[in-house]
């Protein structure tokens, strides 16, 4: 049996991990014990030694965890950091991992995977992980070469780079840290270079936050984003607004319910200190703003990070035929509509395929642990171990700057009533403020069954919100305990 994985991420890699956890081999196989090595737990029976698990990446870096491209870019770990397995890991466990290897097509007629440099895979069962990439928004101007995105190891390298270029060319300020030295040069002239981050979401507030924190001194960083909030899909306005002051005392400036409509250049030839320091941009507005906003009509750019959503890779897949949405649409068993090709993660739209699910919602939720979950999954399935995927893990978000420490899970705002709608509401939200400690909590409940919440400040009190959230128990009976700070698992143990 030839199982191949296309993508090396958070999906692909759970998914190789679990073909040979059911189908060990190589020096797993012979030692009986390195998945306990591994930290992987060992369920399987050494079974057919022909098997074959084959994981591409397109990347020529061995699998790492996006999630802490911020703090890389933040100066906080280095490359080698990133890395999610050890180093033999794949060769111990018999995995053949190709790296730099990027999938062009499928024929699933001839059951085989095209790759850019000529070769052809043949497979049995396919797993499509192919993850998302950064949406370039249809923006004039967005491809000039200030423009980064913020998705792989590489683009967090190229805006290192240019970080170090800007604060250690003739111009700018000093008193560079964390990396970058300013040249002799560079104190002649004291001049401040400014980064634009397009979009307030996750992942723009953390790139925003590492850079400042490791540049500050040097770079003033603005995030313009199009809501009147940051985090609009992750946390409600209150919580959005506590961890937006905070980043505030830290000198990033928000620009909300403004677009950017076009990056014009700015292609002047700057001799400052005798040298020429380069192009700039300018990134011109639309939109009224928020209250307070200064209504400047576009702001100098020395680099962009354009963090405005992501967009599933599958147009590589198209060849293979399967239905895609806005994701390849998968059903419970994480299998597409084309039989034998499976896929999991930020490439995959989960449960559209299942005639009652569909229209359930959510059907796609690009994370960490959902990537991960269905991965493993998805690699029962290909194994012919019929598994079904319960559910999404569920959205949930921490973040912490400045010390503040914030999660969200669920549903953080209820809907708001439809045009006419009228009655009582079956939702029900508890909320309990204190700014002065820089602490919020809030719970939605749903016919009495938590459904969502925000922590912000303290967020001890994570795990039994989650429990009660994950088992929807209705929580009724807890209606006095519910909202008090020392309200734990040992309430639920009554349940
Ligand atoms: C900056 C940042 C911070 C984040 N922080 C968090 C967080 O704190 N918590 C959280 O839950 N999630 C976070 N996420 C999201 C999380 O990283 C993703 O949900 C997760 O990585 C998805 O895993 P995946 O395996 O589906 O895809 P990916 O991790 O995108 O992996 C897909 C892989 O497939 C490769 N590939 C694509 N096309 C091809 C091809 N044609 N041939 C071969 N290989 C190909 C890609 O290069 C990539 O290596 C963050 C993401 C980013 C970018």
Redesign the pocket.
Known sequence: MRFVI???????VRAAETLRQIFPSGEARRSGNSFEDSGVQVDGRPEDGQVTVTL????DFPPY???L??AYLAGRCREEDLTIRPRDFFRKLGINLLLG????AVDPGKKVVKLADGEELPYDRLLI????ASRFPPIPGIDRPQVFG???LADARAIEQACVQMCTRPGAHAGAHAGAQPDSDSRLVAQTRSVVVIGGG??GV??AYALIRRWGAQLEVTVVEKEAQILPAQFDAYAAGMLQREMEKEGIRFILGRQVGEIVGQERPDHEAGREVGDRCRVVLTGSGTAGDSGEESLPADLIIVAAGITP?TA?AASAGPAVRRGILIDDYLETSVPGIYA????AEFRTLSPERAGALPTWT??????SAQ?RIAAYNMASRRRACRGLIGL???VEFREVPAIAMGLVEPPVPAKGESGESAYMVLVKAEPEQRRYKKLVLYKNALVGMVLVGDISQAGVYGALLRKKTDVSRFADTIMNDNFNCGHLRSL
């Open positions: 296309i993508g090396s991420g958070a999906a692909g591409v990446s397109a990347e965890s996006r999630c491209l911020p290897r990027e999938a062009l992980a192919t993850g998302a913020l998705r792989h996750f992942v953390e790139a890779n590589w999991a993660g930020d490439v690009p994370i960490w642990p959902n990537a991965g949930q978000n921490a």
